[in-house]
């Protein structure tokens, strides 16, 4: 029915052979702790300073400008905005302004290290890299080596988010969309997915149907299957199943600060299901969970079914998925979506969306409400022109069959409770289900819509 879109910042990070001194540090790696979300600039700068081995004797840190084409005007700051946290995080002295290696050895006396970061925006990604340099200790040696070899290097990168684009252009929201359509294989979808499960840098559509469970990939118009599981193999049926169904679809948070590559696993739940399922890239069982498990915050949470709405509190769906971040569900609702998002000041936050009586309510997690009246069953939670403010988007509350919409809210502030309508999509065959996607390029977040027997992207 939805796919909400958990905009969290995952990071990959690779180590390499140090010097003898550094080797015996580098081949213990630390165990990183379990986390929740964070910011792209700060997951980036952490997982840069756990992919390297401990630096002992002073360390400069330095850092170039923005690798971006086209260039950045403030690429310069959103460089020193990296540097300066991966600083903090090794505990080292952060950088006042970009430059150069050779410069950087150059002031780099009394110290016994250069950190040299490198940042660049390839796509919708911010990515960065640290080489570590020994700063030659005598004047020859500096004749004889000015730029010193790197002797230890790590690698991280994380999806774009309001942070790093409060740094470059802005986005307009309401402008011409660009619509992609192409058949899908699943006749009754009722929940997707668009994420990058195995992490090569092209995100994955998953829908989740009746019958089955779809991992597909979209490009030039074409759905190519990839993996397909039949729920029957998943979970047996609810003996009390809703008459229309309802089923979320959405990745796992990152559990590990600094974790190395991996690819993404996903939790199907579904109204007609027993259990909540959670499965891997590849749509292989990893394990399963009693309750109906949804996003919750920067984690995910179980609840309970009332009759046809879902609604009361919110447990632990297993023992390693945390504690919920709310109570309850707050309502009675037959449709649900939910996102960790940032704001333009790097600062995490928490959107819910549910429709109760055909009225939309959306909260954040500090409690604030934000309504709109009679939209349709299907919702999804992101935001397109990552300007830090939430967009909902939800189906028009049609009977099936009828002409349909993906009409885009934006709750500009808060504060207030009336959410403003910015775009509307048309959507003849009407809106089975819609997922927000990750950022693809550094222009308007997409989002997928599973209409009839087509899927259409929306960039």
Known sequence: MFRPCFAIASCVVFGVLAPTELQAQAAEPTRPSQVGYEPAVQSVARALIQGLPKLEGGVLVSVAGLQAQPSVERGSLLALRV?????????????????????????????????????????????ATADVHLVPRTRWARIRNPLPGSVAHAFADAPIDAEVRSFLPPIPLVSTLTIERAKSFEREPLALLCEDLDRDGAPEIVVAGREQVSLVRLHERRVSPIASRAWKELSLKDETPWREPMALAFATPPTARGALPAARELVVA????????????????????????????????CAIFDSDTLTGPLSECGETTGAPARASV???????????LVDGGGSAYSIWAGREDG???????????????????????????????PEILASLDVPRGSPDAVVVYSWEDRSKQALKEMLRVPVAAGV????????????????????????????
Request: charged residues 20%; hydrophobic residues 45%.
């Open 83 to 127: 540097a300066s946290l991966a600083a903090g995080f090794g505990g080292f002295q952060a950088p006042e302004e970009t430059s150069p290696l050779k410069t950087a050895i150059a002031r780099a006396k009394g110290k016994a290290w250069v950190l040299s970061l490198t940042v660049a925006l390839e796509g919708g990604r911010l990515q």
């Open 270 to 301: 579904s109204t007609d299901r027993a259990k909540s399922v959670r499965l891997n890239a590849a749509l292989e069982s990893v394990t399963s969970y009693s309750g109906f498990a949804l996003p919750d915050a920067h984690r995910f949470s």
């Open 330 to 340: 707050s309502g009675r609702f037959d449709a649900y979506a939910g996102a960790a």
């Open 359 to 389: 009225r939309l309510e959306v909260r954040d997690g500090a409690g604030k409400l934000g309504t709109a009246a009679s939209v349709g069953a299907q919702l999804a939670v992101g935001d397109l022109n990552q300007d830090g403010t």
């Open 432 to 459: 089975r289900a819609i997922a927000v996607c990750p950022p693809i390029d550094r222009g308007r977040v997409p989002f997928v819509i599973a209409s009839g027997d087509e899927l259409m992207v929306a960039r």
